[in-house]
């Protein structure tokens, strides 16, 4: 189960930090991935973390937005500067997990964590 917290409302020019924990019965997590979805519009990848911690970003947020993960924790963070008003969008986590007693990993998706930034 992934669970996304932190989320909130927040002024154009300040910052957030977003958490997703893994929890359950966890052999282990692969790749660790952030994505938004804005009212009306689509789901939009926002970036993905490795479990040895490389990081791709988005080019919308990069420069931006920092993605990082605790592994012994089983938590990735999504911390946010310099928000603007069309960053606000439902952020969701997702990650590729092996269960205990599984033979290979499979994608889970945790509930979203609504941003807001006002102009």
């Known amino acids: 189960q992934l669970q996304a917290s932190g989320g909130g409302l927040v002024q154009a020019g300040g910052s957030l930090r977003l958490s997703c924990a893994a929890s359950?019965?966890?052999?282990?997590?692969?790749?660790m991935d952030w994505h938004r979805q804005a009212p009306g519009k689509q789901r939009e990848w926002v970036g993905t973390v490795t479990r040895d911690g490389k990081v791709n970003y988005a080019d919308s947020v990069k420069g931006r937005f920092t993605i990082s993960r605790d592994n012994a924790k089983n938590t990735m963070y999504l911390q946010m500067e310099s928000l603007k008003p069309e960053d606000t969008a439902g952020y969701y986590c997702?990650?590729?997990?092996?269960?205990?007693?599984?033979?290979?990993?499979?994608?889970?998706w945790g509930q979203g964590t609504l941003v807001t930034v006002s102009s």
């Open positions: 359950g019965p966890i052999f282990a997590i692969n790749t």
């Open positions: 997702a990650a590729d997990i092996t269960v205990l007693g599984a033979t290979h990993y499979r994608g889970y």
